[in-house]
C-alpha cells in the first residue's frame, strides 16, 4: 500500500463521518498521516496551551497541534516547526514515505519542499486557488498587506513550481507559465455528493453560501437582486456566510431599501446543506474562484446554478448544459440570468438535471479516487 504525507493548512476539522472524508475513501490505495496546524477557531478540549492529538480515519492518522494563543508571527513559525519536526519524525521512526502532498503553496509548500530535502521524498503540490488573485480580492479595499503577500506569493508559487515533483491543478490555466505538462494533474476536489438525496420540493428563495463576500461577488449579486426584485417579489435573496465588521457593513448599505435580501451569519455545514436542499436557485458570483466544492454540492441537490465565466468554474459549468455563466462582476449579465431562470422553470429543471447526472457520472468520490491515485502512480514511476 502506497504511504503518503498530507500537508493540511486547517484549519477545519474533518467530519467523523468517514463517508464525509477524503481520507477514508483514500484509504483504498493508500495509508499514512495528516499534520494539520490547527483544529477550529477554538479548541474543542477547552486546551489553554499548545498541545497535540492524534485522530484516526481510514488507513490515515491526524495529528493536530492546538496554537491558538500564539501571537500571528510565532505561529506561523510554530506550524512550520509542527511540520518539519513531526514530518521527519513520522517519516523515520513509523514508515518512510512514498510520496509528500501538500494541500496549498504557502506555509504547507514551503514544509513539503523542506521535508523533501531531508526525506528525499516525492514532493506533489496541490493548488486549491488562483494564487495571483487571492490576496486582492480578499477584501473590499486591499491594503497595503494584501499587495506584498501577492507579491510574495508570486515569488513562492514560482519557486516551488521548480521544485516540486509534480503539480495537481484544479482547471488547465490555473498557474500561468508551466509548461511541462507531464508535470501536472488536473482533476476536481473531493465532496461527498453521494450523500445528497435531492428533493423536488424548494421554497422561493436564491441562496449563496461562502466567504470571503468580496471575493466571492456577494455585492454584485445584491446589485443584480434588486434590478429584479420587482418582477419577481415572492423571491427573497439569502447570503450565508461569515464577513467581518466593518466590511459586512459595505454589504449591509448595498442591501438597504430591499427587504427580501437576508444577510445571515454562518452556519454548520450541514444546516447549509439543508438550506441548499431548499433553495430555487443557487449563484455563486466569484471574482476569482478555482472550482468552487460548492458548485458540486449544489449540483448533487439538484439545483439549477448561475455562476461566474471565470477562472475554473466553466471547467466545471458548461453554460446552457448543468448551469449558466454571467460576465463576471457585469451586474447587467447577472440580473438577466436570473430573469432567465426564475421565469422558466422547466428549463431551470432541466439544468439542475443535467448537472446531477454531470457531477455523479465525472465528479463523484470514486472518480476523485482514481485520479488521485493515478497521479500519484505516475509521480512513483518516474525514476528522476
Given amino acids: ?36 496546524p490547527l483544529w477550529g477557531r477554538k ?22 497541534t492546538f496554537s491558538t494563543r500564539l501571537p500571528w508571527l510565532i505561529k506561523i513559525l510554530w506550524d512550520l516547526f509542527f511540520y518539519l519536526l513531526k514530518g521527519i519524525h513520522l517519516h523515520y521512526f513509523r514508515g518512510r514515505y512514498d510520496a509528500i502532498i501538500t494541500y496549498g503553496a504557502f506555509k504547507t509548500g514551503i514544509a513539503g519542499y ?44 514560482n519557486f516551488l513550481i521548480k521544485k516540486a515533483d509534480h ?30 438525496k435531492p428533493t423536488n420540493e424548494s421554497d422561493k ?26 418582477d419577481f417579489p415572492d423571491y427573497k435573496l439569502k447570503i450565508v456566510g461569515f464577513c467581518p465588521y466593518p466590511e459586512r457593513m459595505y454589504f449591509e448599505r448595498l442591501a438597504e431599501g430591499n427587504s427580501n435580501i437576508e444577510l445571515c451569519n454562518p452556519i454548520p455545514h450541514k444546516k447549509a446543506m439543508e438550506l441548499m ?3 430555487s436557485l443557487f449563484i455563486l458570483p466569484s471574482r476569482t474562484e478555482a472550482m468552487g466544492r460548492v458548485l458540486l454540492e449544489a449540483m448533487a441537490s439538484k439545483k439549477p446554478i448561475i455562476a461566474s465565466n471565470v477562472d475554473g468554474i466553466p471547467h466545471y459549468i458548461k453554460h446552457g448544459f448543468n448551469g449558466l455563466l454571467f460576465e463576471s462582476e457585469n451586474v447587467e449579465d447577472l440580473a438577466e440570468k436570473i430573469k432567465i431562470i426564475l421565469s ?16 455523479h457520472q465525472h465528479l463523484s468520490e470514486e472518480r476523485y479516487v482514481e485520479c488521485f491515485k493515478k497521479m500519484v502512480d505516475k509521480v512513483l514511476s518516474n525514476k528522476n
Fill in 277 to 279: 436542499s431548499r433553495c
Fill in 167 to 196: 503539480i495537481n491543478l484544479l482547471y488547465p490555466d490555473q498557474i500561468n507559465g508551466l509548461k511541462d505538462k507531464e508535470k501536472i494533474s488536473i482533476f476536481h476536489d473531493f465532496s461527498s455528493i453521494s450523500l445528497f
Fill in 1 to 36: 500500500m502506497i504511504r503518503i504525507l498530507y500537508l493540511s493548512p486547517g484549519p477545519s476539522p474533518y467530519s467523523e463521518d468517514p463517508r464525509k472524508n477524503m481520507f477514508y475513501h483514500l484509504s483504498k490505495y493508500f495509508c499514512g498521516n495528516v499534520l494539520s
Fill in 114 to 157: 523542506l521535508l523533501k530535502i531531508f526525506t528525499r521524498t516525492k514532493l506533489i503540490i496541490r493548488f486549491p486557488g488562483n494564487p495571483e488573485k487571492s490576496f486582492i480580492f480578499n477584501q473590499v479595499r486591499p491594503n497595503s498587506l494584501d499587495i506584498f503577500k501577492q507579491k510574495i506569493s508570486k515569488m513562492i508559487v
Fill in 43 to 64: 479548541n474543542p478540549r477547552s486546551i489553554k496551551k499548545v498541545k497535540e492529538i492524534e485522530r484516526a480515519m481510514g488507513n490515515f492518522r491526524y495529528h493536530v
Fill in 205 to 230: 428563495f436564491i441562496l449563496f453560501l461562502g466567504y470571503p463576500w468580496y471575493l466571492k461577488g456577494v455585492d454584485i449579486l445584491i446589485k443584480a437582486f434588486k434590478k429584479v426584485s420587482k
Fill in 344 to 359: 422558466n422553470p422547466d428549463y431551470a429543471k432541466k439544468l439542475a438535471e443535467n448537472g446531477y447526472n454531470y457531477v
